[in-house]
Nanobody, 120 residues
Framework: QVQLVESGGGLVQAGGSLRLSCLAS????????VAWFRQAPGKEREFVAA????????QYADSVKGRFTISRDDAKNTLYLQMNSLKPEDTAVYYC?????????????WGQGTQVTVSS
């Protein structure tokens, strides 16, 4: 049974930073492409960033390029999203996803989400 559990969300002022983590279990994590998505109230879920297995290629949405960094630690079965220079428009529930086609998916497995709120 695959589980993805996000952590690290919270409230931060514009210009601040947060680091999200996603701990995976029940899956051979190292062979899976993984990604972050987000969904703001009243909006569709949107792609944020992805990192594939093996070659560790990365892809970012234009809106977060230069500010966010996706990484993974396969020994710890963990996916990370370092978010710097946060903007109010980054406010959303952030979800990790695994087991999909790089970079946009579709992805098979999803976490429960963690709230990120950026105040102005």
């Amino acid at each position: 049974q695959v589980q993805l559990v996000e952590s690290g969300g919270g409230l931060v002022q514009a210009g601040g930073s947060l680091r999200l983590s996603c701990l995976a279990s029940g899956v051979t994590f190292r062979i899976f492409n993984v990604a972050w998505f987000r969904q703001a109230p009243g909006k569709e879920r949107e792609f944020v960033a992805a990192i594939n297995s093996g070659s560790l290629r990365k892809q970012y949405a234009d809106s977060v390029k230069g500010r966010f960094t996706i990484s993974r630690d396969d020994a710890k079965n963990t996916l990370y999203l370092q978010m710097n220079s946060l903007k109010p428009e980054d406010t959303a529930v952030y979800y990790c996803a695994a087991g999909g086609t790089f970079p946009l998916g579709p992805y098979r497995y999803w976490g429960q989400g963690t709230q990120v709120t950026v105040s102005s």
